[in-house]
């Protein structure tokens, strides 16, 4: 049964067997890396890396762990500023950090992505979802303007989301159709346009006394209010 590492010695080499992991998935591919190849890339005896990890599986394992573990521990620091900043500004705020995540260490996470989505290998990013949950919480708590917007959290949850996959397939295509400046802006754009029809909405709802849902199909069904209440601090879109 492979064992834990606990000394400082052992989780140096646990950490050099995941870099090359992801050395040679670079090289090799998800099918065609071998124990072997990780072992030799990583300066180890296969007999010291089945010490750690069961096969190749728990360390492609491992790898996905740590990918995850530094996207979260990239993104979350970002919550305090992400908060104070108009909305349409803090989702490209994310995406950029997602970008110099995977171009640090000369694109490790890169090509890692790059390979898993080629491979069609399921990645699990439960965490990172997770995350973006609560940091779309924390700014309905400091945007609380948002709030009359019955879909905004639906909607943002979906944005983000759906942004971070495409970030991160696009940054895996080697030739993509867009440059990564304008897949941002793309997606700021399209969060713009969303809070600019709500906003109307809520404006009309407000001079005609109607319920937003009343106003149109963007609705939900928030009571009409202070017009004013609902732009603070969201610039017009692209």
Do not use: C, W
């Amino acid at each position: 049964m492979p064992r834990i590492p606990r000394q400082q010695r052992a989780k140096s080499t646990v950490e050099a067997i995941l870099d090359a992991g992801y050395i040679s998935l670079g090289r090799h591919g998800l099918a065609g890396t071998t124990t072997t190849h990780i072992a030799d890339i990583a300066g180890v005896s296969v007999g010291s890396l089945y010490e750690y990890f069961r096969n190749k599986e728990a360390i492609y394992a491992a790898m996905q762990e740590r990918f995850v573990r530094d996207l979260v521990s990239t993104l979350q620091p970002l919550t305090p500023r992400i908060v104070r900043t108009p909305l349409t500004q803090a989702i490209p705020t994310l995406l950029y950090e997602v970008q110099a995540l995977l171009l640090r260490d000369d694109q490790r996470y890169l090509r890692y992505a790059r390979v898993i989505f080629n491979a069609d290998f399921r990645l699990d990013l439960t965490e990172v979802s997770r995350l973006l949950g609560d940091i779309i919480v924390q700014y309905l708590l400091h945007n609380p303007q948002y709030a009359r917007m019955q879909r905004f959290a639906a909607m943002s949850y979906i944005f983000v989301n759906a942004g971070m996959f495409t970030v991160i397939r696009h940054l895996s295509d080697p030739n993509p159709p867009i440059s990564y400046d304008e897949l941002v802006d793309g997606l700021a754009h399209m969060v713009s346009h969303y809070v600019r029809m709500e906003q109307q909405l809520m404006q009309a709802a407000a001079r005609d006394g109607l319920s937003v849902a009343q106003a149109g199909p963007l609705g939900g069904g928030v009571s009409g209010g202070d017009p004013g209440g609902a732009e603070g601090g969201v610039p017009g879109g692209g």
